[in-house]
């Protein structure tokens, strides 16, 4: 299956135009830090994935969630389901449409999926231990009166 024909009816928010496919509607630059994310953190499997790990709309809101831990300037905290996917599909990922709606499913391998969510979740307790210091109510012990 070529590009087109995979990524036919793709749009921002995922597949839900009729026929074809524009590149063009998509920003390189965000589309190239999406897919550094992705070939840092995850690996493909010969199969698409039946687990949770293999959807794109699970994907895009644990990479936005590790966009936003780790202030990436490109993407900030917020990627669109159609990113996703066309970067999922840039790095040679089988691309699957679901077809119950606008989400595409991938041959994502559930343990670096696993993987990458324990990541996520180290971050958010390192980030949470950093800041639990730097807020003190009034009358709490270093809080400057």
């Given at each position: 299956m070529d590009k087109i024909e995979a990524l036919?009816?793709?749009t921002q928010s995922g597949f839900t135009g009729k026929v074809g496919f524009n590149p063009s509607a998509f920003k390189k630059e965000?589309?190239?830090a999406i897919r550094a994310i992705i070939r840092e953190h995850l690996r493909p499997i010969k199969n698409?994935?039946?687990y949770y790990a293999g959807r794109s709309y699970t994907l895009k809101h644990k990479i936005e969630e590790y966009a936003s831990r780790i202030n990436n300037p490109i993407l900030g905290n917020y990627i669109?389901?159609?990113?996703c996917i066309y970067a999922m599909y840039l790095?040679?990922?089988?691309v699957k449409h679901d077809p119950e709606g606008k989400n595409a499913l991938f041959n994502v391998s559930k343990k670096s999926f696993d993987e990458f969510l324990e990541l996520i979740e180290n971050q958010t307790k390192k980030s949470d231990t950093r800041l639990s210091g730097m807020y003190?109510?009034?009358?709490?012990a270093g809080h400057d009166n």
């Open positions: 036919s009816g793709l965000r589309i190239d698409i994935s039946p669109t389901n159609g990113e790095e040679g990922y089988k003190k109510m009034p009358g709490q």
